[in-house]
């Protein structure tokens, strides 16, 4: 019996021929849980739409919401298509400040605009006060021409063409200019 109960204890010397055979029961497992990535709010608002849309289309709910107009970049401003367009019909510079007033007012688009009689109108009416204000010579130094009634354009004129209500103020208006020429006489003394 002693030797049964030998065999029995475990001991460096007889521990080979053991097997240990262990139930997954009786030894927890130690899982390690990846954590999954914390979503932002938009991330979890794009994920559960997606799933929202995808059980509408399993369950045939699919409701088509109308897609938004791209809006041009400013309501006024033209586009390069429509600038390119405009400089086809002989319309540039300034007269496209004008055909944008006329689009806002009439609401019309711009090709029916273009061809309205009461725009060509106004286009050829803007044309001609462009030119007439070219034509006119701007004021300068050389053009500027006095008014008869002013008394610089009389002190350039002889005293005897001066009209009578003038003559005062050309006389007084000569003194001052012969003061501030000259100080002192054109004749000196010296002795």
Known sequence: MENEKKDDIITPENNDDIELDLDDEEQPKEEVKAEKPKLSDEEKLAKFEGITNRLRKKLGKTEETPKEKEAPSKSGDLDY??????????????????????????????????????????????????????????????AATSARDSVEYWLEKPFSEVPKEMREKVLNAQIEKDKRESMFSDNPIVG
Request: aromatic share 6%.
């Open 81 to 142: 298509g429509q600038k390119a367009f405009l400089i086809a019909n002989g319309i540039k510079g300034d007269e496209i400040s004008l055909v944008k007033e006329e689009m806002a007012k009439s609401g019309y688009p711009l090709d029916n605009l273009i061809e309205n009689p009461y725009f060509q109108q106004k286009l050829k009416e803007h044309r001609e006060a462009k030119t007439t204000s070219e034509a006119i010579p701007r004021e300068s130094k050389r």
